[in-house]
Structures are given as C-alpha cells and as structure tokens.
C-alpha cells in the first residue's frame, strides 16, 4: 500500500505567477483535502474534493483552485502569487465513509512554496 | 466560529519521563472528533491518535493517551516514557462534517 505523495518538494515562484501542486493519494482513498502551512503555524484547510467535486472549502480567495482526477490524485492551483503565499502545501488523503469527518486522513510530505 | 487553542508553545521532558501537552476547543457543535497529530522535522504529519466526542472512554494508543473532558471543551495528551524519537511538532485538531481546525502547535523537546 502505497502513502501520500506529493510533488514537487520544494519550489520558487515569483509574485504574479501561476503555480501547480500534485498529489497522489493513498491507495482505496476517495478524497483529498488541502491545507496550508505558514511558517510557525498549523495547518490551515484549503479545500478538500470528493468525488472530483469540490466539497467544503475554508477560508482561502477564489484564486485557490483545485482539481480532483477519476483516480483521485488532485491538484492545487494557486493563481497571482502574493509573497504570503509561501508556505508548507500539504494534502491529506482519505476514505470517505457516511459520517463526513469520521474518517482519519492521512498526510503526505507537503511541497515547500517560496514566493518572491 | 470553532477555534483550538494549544497554551504552550513548547515543552521539554526527560527521556522516559511523562509529559501532558494541553488543548482547548471552542464549539456549539456536540459530536465531533478530535485528533493529535505529530509532525517531525520531515515534516510528514502523522497521527498519533484520535477521539470521538460521542465516546466517554478516553482514547489510548500504546505510551499516548488522551485526557478528553466534553464538558470543559478540553482534550490534552498524555506521552508515556518519553523517547528522543517523540521529539517534533504536536498539534491537536478539531474536526466536525467537512471541517478541520488545527491549533497552533507545541514543540516537545526530549532532554537526554
């Protein structure tokens, strides 16, 4: 059984530009959430997808956007970096059972974003 | 608004000794779980144990355990035998329906 695993480790990115994150989730798991990590902070949640839809969403402007794949792999998009963006990305992936927040979610390694 | 809020910014404890990191929560909400995460310079978060609000009994995972009181919104963690491997980031974490709040952490250093 496979982990969560994310891609790329670290990245440098300017203010203004676009950026994709990945991540693979754990095999049998059907949904993916998002978070990010500032600097001395914890986790704070993006959004998180099910079923390749968007499903509950925190407090983050529309410019974060996701995608959700058939395989359940997704992607974060971040679109005009601001230099608050940098930070830890981190997905968490897990099986969604009939009690939403029931289920353990299960992190991978995070992509480190630097924003110039 | 649901908050979680971690007091101690950092903790230090002797190996094999036992250490208590404490959290708070905020909600309206009545049946919701609760979670310790651990995360190790890594920076991997992993579980380290979970609660469900509907259960009175106290969760325990091997030299973790929890002391979860509904009534007081209080939810702390108990490590056992402290090992230097315990050393990393813990962060306690509220979830209801599709919401997961984190609160701010508590580093734990394991003293030689």
């Known amino acids: 059984e496979t982990g969560v695993t994310q891609s790329p480790t670290h990245l440098i990115k300017t203010r203004g530009q676009q950026v994709t994150l990945r991540c693979s989730s754990q095999s049998g798991h059907n949904t993916v959430s998002w978070y990010q990590q500032a600097l001395g902070q914890g986790p704070q949640f993006i959004f998180q997808?099910?079923?390749?839809?968007?499903?509950g969403r925190g407090n983050f402007p529309p410019r974060f956007s996701g995608l959700q794949f058939p395989n359940y792999s997704s992607e974060l998009n971040v679109n005009a970096l601001e230099l608050d963006d940098s930070a830890l990305y981190l997905c968490?992936?897990?099986?969604?059972?009939?009690?939403?927040?029931?289920?353990?979610?299960?992190f991978g390694p995070g992509t480190r974003l630097l924003v110039l | 608004a649901q908050t979680v809020t971690q007091s101690q910014p950092e903790m230090s404890v002797q190996e094999a000794e036992t250490v208590t990191l404490s959290c708070t929560y905020d909600?309206?909400?009545?049946?919701?779980?609760l979670f310790w995460y651990k995360q190790p310079p890594s920076r991997q978060m992993i579980l380290v144990i979970r609660q469900e609000a509907y259960k009175q009994q106290n969760a325990t995972e091997n030299r973790f355990s929890v002391n979860f009181q509904k009534a007081a919104k209080s939810f702390s963690l108990k490590i056992s035998d402290s090992q230097l491997g315990d050393a990393a980031m813990y962060f306690c974490?509220?979830?209801?329906?599709?919401?997961?709040?984190f609160g701010k952490g508590t580093r734990l250093h394991i003293l030689p």
């Open positions: 997808y099910y079923r390749e839809e968007e499903n």
């Open positions: 968490a992936s897990s099986s969604r059972l009939e009690r939403p927040g029931q289920e353990t979610q299960y």
């Open positions: 909600t309206s909400e009545s049946d919701y779980y």
């Open positions: 974490a509220y979830r209801w329906d599709d919401k997961i709040i």
